[in-house]
């Protein structure tokens, strides 16, 4: 266990960095410190070992990513930048100093052709630009510090950012009906639920465990659904707290060109890192509801 332990989180402007401080406070025997630009550059391979030195922390967790997938098809020497140097660095830094890294991918390095739900070694094999990088990130992590845990999750929605969740409910403010693709499936996921769970994890290992459970793990919401399931229960979750609600219709993919190509089944197998580490997400709809509650409360999704 982490007794009074410290923890780096490379990154603080994201919803996992926000989520991770805002989960902090249940775990007053942690300290975690959100670095970020422009003191503590993951790009900077300099940057890194220099923070990481100073700080002497017990575990680092990479929460820092380029995640524009559209964005990252028109810039992807940025996207690279930050999804695969930046992996890198931190954990050779890491590593350098005896440090494990706790690194976060995505369902996105899948191609969504698989019929049921991808397990951690299944074929991976991105279609777009940013889960082409971020698949090399976790390969370079997995390389340059034998203690690591690589963690695939997806669908991340919060209180904190633009998220998906946000999207609809602001989308919902002022329209009577909203049509949502239904041939994308994938596992919603609570960004303060995987805080939860890092936190949780970073007390359960300590040194030579690493060794022991170095790896890639899923750690995705419990349920997968489609984009038009979890729009519907936003709705439901809104109108059941006064917010605005509205009808959901089905749609395709095909009906909303975009940029980048969505792989379209990307539902994960989370049973490893349950069985592994004992460790369970709460009910969807109770992790919906609040963060439709913590965004209805903050008036500007309406």
Not at 116 to 141: H, M, W
Not at 149 to 166: I, K, M, Q
């Amino acid at each position: 266990m982490i007794h009074k332990g410290k923890i780096l989180v490379a990154g603080k402007s994201g919803q996992l960095a926000r989520s991770l401080e805002d989960c902090a406070v249940d775990y007053p025997e942690i300290g975690l410190h959100l670095l970020g630009r422009p003191h503590f550059d993951i790009t900077s391979l300099p940057s890194c070992q220099i923070g990481i030195a100073a700080l002497r922390p017990d575990i680092v967790i990479n929460a820092a990513a380029f995640t524009d997938v559209d964005g990252a098809e028109s810039n992807p020497a940025e996207a690279r930048r930050i999804n695969v140097l930046g992996a890198k660095n931190l954990a050779k830094a890491a590593a350098s100093n005896g440090i494990p890294v706790i690194h976060i991918s995505t369902d996105y390095v899948f191609d969504g052709t698989a019929k049921t739900a991808y397990a951690e070694f299944d074929r991976t094999n991105p279609i777009n630009v940013y889960g082409q990088s971020k698949l090399e990130g976790e390969q370079l992590v997995r390389e340059t510090n034998p203690r690591h845990l690589v963690l695939r999750t997806a669908w991340l929605y919060s209180p904190f950012g633009v998220n998906f969740v946000s999207k609809v409910l602001k989308a919902a403010a002022g329209a009577t009906k909203l049509s949502i693709v239904d041939d994308q499936i994938g596992n919603p996921t609570s960004a303060l639920d995987l805080a939860h769970a890092l936190l949780d994890l970073c007390g359960q290992l300590s040194g030579s465990e690493w060794d022991d459970f170095s790896g890639i793990y899923h750690l995705a919401g419990p349920i997968s659904m489609s984009r038009h399931e979890l729009a519907q229960q936003i709705m439901a979750a809104s109108k059941r707290l006064a917010g605005p609600s509205c009808e959901i219709r089905s749609a395709s993919t095909a009906d909303f060109p975009t940029p980048a190509t969505r792989p379209l089944r990307t539902a994960l197998d989370t049973s490893r890192y349950r069985n592994t580490f004992g460790l369970s997400f709460p009910q969807p709809d109770q992790s919906l509801t609040k963060v439709v509650g913590d965004l209805l409360s903050q008036r500007s999704c309406v």
